[in-house]
């Protein structure tokens, strides 16, 4: 096994995947706000997702296109992951890796 192959282990083992859907949902609600309906407040998200689940959804696959193309985080297997540290933990296997070297 290869150094990033086993930083990639360890970074699925040690990790937790971001929520994709969850960003989308953050995006849209600090990016659209809330919308006022006969007195009534409702959140854009929501009311797309509940009123057009079709764009709902290619919406939020291109939003993640994009912030996977953004290089914003660390893309594993179709999972994105913490950028900083996935590759605090890549940084870590390469060290591994050179002070083995250095000892034989």
């Known amino acids: ?14 990790l937790t995947p971001i929520d994709q859907e969850e960003l989308y949902k953050n995006m ?3 990016g659209y706000g809330d919308i006022e309906v006969c007195g009534m407040t409702f959140s854009s ?21 994009s912030i996977m193309k953004d290089g914003e985080y660390y893309e594993l297997d179709d999972e994105l992951y913490d950028k900083d540290e996935a590759e605090a933990i890549i940084e870590e296997e390469e060290e591994k ?3 083995e070297a250095n000892h034989e």
């Open 1 to 14: 096994m290869n150094t990033l192959e086993k930083a990639e282990k360890r970074i699925k083992e040690e």
């Open 28 to 30: 849209l609600d600090d």
């Open 45 to 65: 998200r929501r009311i797309l997702e509940e009123l057009d689940p079709t764009a709902y959804r290619c919406g939020m696959n291109d939003y993640i296109d």
């Open 97 to 99: 890796e050179e002070e």
